[in-house]
T-cell receptor
Framework: DVKVTQSSRYLVKRTGEKVFLECVQDMDHENMFWYRQDPGLGLRLIYFSYDVKMKEKGDIPEGYSVSREKKERFSLILESASTNQTSMYLC????????????????FGPGTRLLVL | GQNIDQPTEMTATEGAIVQINCTYQTSGFNGLFWYQQHAGEAPTFLSYNVLDGLEEKGRFSSFLSRSKGYSYLLLKELQMKDSASYLCAVRDSRSGGYNKLIFGAGTRLAVHP
């Protein structure tokens, strides 16, 4: 079974704080993703990584950065948290496949619900 | 542009059948996924379609029509535990050589006794 874990289920931070969200997967997946999920908006991609030390911006990267120093770990960083970053953050991972899209099924962690005051 | 539409909420009765529709507009379609998400939990994979037609997996089936930009998820013999949000996601192969998923906002299904 694929297991994706996130460091915290709930976090409360103050405006301006630096926030680290950690994600670890144990299936040797090449691809890792960070999303945020807000009511009525669905999941929106913040950043993704297709290899160690590699990162690509998603649809809403502003105010975020990421780090992938090891294959199994993908960190999301909020440099200076703001109230509009209050959200549910979901990490996902998948294998990389050239031919078969089904093999790129994304497996999600349990999510971190972040409240910025 | 990219757009995925699905109903916000649906209700159904235990034991019944419900169909959740999803329409999409993307430039580089390369597959459609359905995920189930219970409140406060992670989305879990349900089904995948890349060719037209119906894919059946137990009580759940998923249909795709690429020419119409349309998919549906069919849930049979509904159980109370099927109360959840159902997320439609399209794989977009256009984005800089990488495939990424574009998610709809999700359909919240409530199953009543």
């Amino acid at each position: 079974d694929v297991k994706v874990t996130q460091s915290s289920r709930y976090l409360v931070k103050r405006t301006g704080e630096k926030v680290f969200l950690e994600c670890v997967q144990d299936m040797d997946h090449e691809n890792m993703f960070w999303y945020r999920q807000d009511p009525g908006l669905g999941l929106r991609l913040i950043y993704f990584s297709y290899d160690v030390k590699m990162k690509e911006k998603g649809d809403i990267p502003e105010g975020y950065s990421v780090s992938r120093e090891k294959k199994e770990r993908f960190s999301l960083i909020l440099e200076s948290a703001s109230t509009n970053q209050t959200s549910m953050y979901l990490c996902a991972s998948s294998t990389k496949s050239v031919d078969r899209a089904i093999e790129e099924t994304q497996y999600f962690g349990p999510g971190t619900r972040l409240l910025v005051l | 542009g990219q757009n995925i539409d699905q109903p916000t909420e649906m209700t159904a009765t235990e034991g019944a059948i419900v169909q959740i529709n999803c329409t999409y507009q993307t430039s580089g379609f390369n597959g459609l996924f359905w995920y189930q998400q219970h409140a406060g939990e992670a989305p879990t994979f349900l089904s995948y379609n890349v060719l037209d037609g119906l894919e059946e997996k137990g009580r759940f089936s998923s249909f795709l029509s690429r020419s119409k930009g349309y998919s549906y998820l069919l849930l049979k013999e509904l159980q109370m535990k099927d109360s959840a949000s159902y997320l439609c996601a399209v794989r977009d192969s256009r984005s800089g050589g990488y495939n990424k998923l574009i998610f709809g906002a999700g359909t919240r299904l409530a199953v009543h006794p």
